[in-house]
């Protein structure tokens, strides 16, 4: 059929109305992981295949979270300017990319906190056989008190650390990865851009709490 003629038609089965479009290029699983990538650029993930019936698409995609691999659907459907992620299906939840966006940051900063409270309690254990804190984090590694330290938080983003007068503090910049803003006066989950302080008394600012997380 000549170009000119190419029009979009109408396959009817008894489960379903599939509509194609002509026009719409293919959603491979590059452009669907690049799509992805740029989207949700927190997390390591891996598009292992795509259905599409022209407009609409699903991928099934693996991802790296805080707790281990896990694997969910990413709804696509396309529009003048291409191929364009709309919801991310997990389980029994549906959650648009900023809804989930949150819900992983949520997720990373409390394993944020994980790893700064192991930290401590390494740092601690040291001092109390050596009488002072690690000078570096990697001290705690090279004098066996960790197997294997952390030196960056759950964002990818390196941790502060430094000591003073018999103290330690370790610090996370949080999701932007920059030094603030202020947290909010009472802190239970959201935002995740403040920063993450703990010292050795405990953490001087932190959430007091978090949501359900996405997994």
Request: hydrophobic letters at 45%; a negative charge.
């Amino acid at each position: 059929m000549p170009a000119e003629r190419c029009v979009g038609f109408v396959l009817l089965t008894a489960a379903a109305v599939l509509t194609i479009a002509c026009g719409a290029p293919e959603l491979t699983s590059n452009v669907a992981q690049a799509v992805l990538a740029e989207r949700i650029p927190l997390i390591d993930l891996t598009v292992v295949d795509v259905w599409s019936d022209g407009i609409r698409a699903v991928a099934r995609v693996e991802v790296e979270t805080p707790t281990g691999p896990r694997e969910l659907d990413a709804a696509f459907e396309f529009r003048d300017s291409g191929w364009v992620v709309e919801t991310l299906l997990f389980h029994d939840k549906s959650l648009g990319v900023e809804e989930f966006q949150a819900a992983l940051n949520w997720d990373l900063q409390h394993h944020t906190r994980d790893l700064m409270l192991n930290l401590s309690v390494a740092n601690q254990v040291m001092h109390a056989d050596t009488g002072h804190y690690a000078s570096d984090l990697m001290d705690l590694q090279d004098e066996g008190y960790m197997v294997e330290v952390f030196l960056l938080d759950a964002w990818g983003n390196a941790f502060v650390y430094g000591t003073d007068q018999g103290t330690f503090t370790l610090v996370s910049f949080g999701c932007d990865g920059r030094a603030g803003p202020a947290p909010p006066n009472q802190w239970i989950d959201a935002p995740c851009e403040p920063d993450l302080i703990l010292t050795d008394a405990g953490f001087s600012q932190s959430p007091t709490g978090r949501r359900a997380h996405a997994w």
